[in-house]
T-cell receptor, first 115, second 116 residues
Framework: GAVVSQHPSWVICKSGTSVKIECRSLDFQATTMFWYRQFPKQSLMLMATSNEGSKATYEQGVEKDKFLINHASLTLSTLTVTSAHPEDSSFYIC???????????FGQGTRLTVV | AQSVAQPEDQVNVAEGNPLTVKCTYSVSGNPYLFWYVQYPNRGLQFLLKYITGDNLVKGSYGFEAEFNKSQTSFHLKKPSALVSDSALYFCAVRDIRNTGGFKTIFGAGTRLFVKA
């Protein structure tokens, strides 16, 4: 299957700082990328959907100004957690697909810890 | 709305015995169904998918799943469980309608414990 690379794998940051997570499709053009959040022992909750070159569509309850998503190219989307707080600590996973794909392909996830 | 239900939080099975992890779905139109496995602090690993065709789908690591349209189920199965199969399993459905945004929606997950 296609490869999606997420970076970094883990990050620790101080409260109040911002953290950027990258999601890259390595061998295909991703017209759509998705960002998920997973709390310990829970399912993946979709945060937002981003289409290349347009604004992201956020799920209900997700703060747009806190979780900034950029999808400037067909191979890269970024999620920036702004003014991070300890409650933002979580596992963030991206996925990417082209409309021709029957499935979306997932990155390996990023463990964010805010101290 | 598309949704997926995994009725069991946890499944316990002895090594060598067959295992089943249950999943039911609710979709508009034809379902695109998936199973993923997740090990601690790791991302998702794709196991198998049903798009169309044979109702019995074979996937990675000896897993298979049976699509049952009348029961709207897509249970994951393996004839002989291994201790190394112990992990968190997610059933998922992909909304392929334009209005659905092509999202993949996940079930709550089922933790599988295989005892030696």
């Amino acid at each position: 299957g296609a490869v999606v690379s997420q970076h970094p794998s883990w990050v620790i940051c101080k409260s109040g700082t911002s953290v950027k997570i990258e999601c890259r499709s390595l061998d295909f053009q991703a017209t759509t990328m998705f960002w998920y959040r997973q709390f310990p022992k829970q399912s993946l909750m979709l945060m937002a959907t981003s289409n290349e070159g347009s604004k992201a569509t956020y799920e209900q309850g997700v703060e747009k100004d806190k979780f900034l998503i950029n999808h400037a190219s067909l191979t890269l989307s970024t999620l920036t957690v702004t003014s991070a707080h300890p409650e933002d600590s979580s596992f963030y996973i991206c996925s990417a697909s082209d409309r021709g794909n029957t499935e979306a392909f997932f990155g390996q996830g990023t463990r964010l810890t805010v101290v | 709305a598309q949704s997926v239900a995994q009725p069991e939080d946890q499944v316990n099975v002895a090594e060598g015995n067959p295992l089943t992890v249950k999943c039911t779905y609710s979709v508009s139109g034809n379902p695109y169904l998936f199973w993923y496995v997740q090990y601690p602090n790791r991302g998702l690993q794709f196991l198998l998918k049903y798009i169309t065709g044979d109702n019995l789908v074979k996937g990675s690591y000896g897993f298979e799943a049976e699509f049952n349209k009348s029961q709207t189920s897509f249970h994951l199965k393996k004839p002989s469980a291994l201790v190394s199969d112990s992990a968190l399993y997610f059933c998922a459905v992909r909304d392929i309608r334009n209005t659905g945004g092509f999202k993949t929606i996940f079930g709550a997950g089922t933790r599988l414990f295989v005892k030696a």
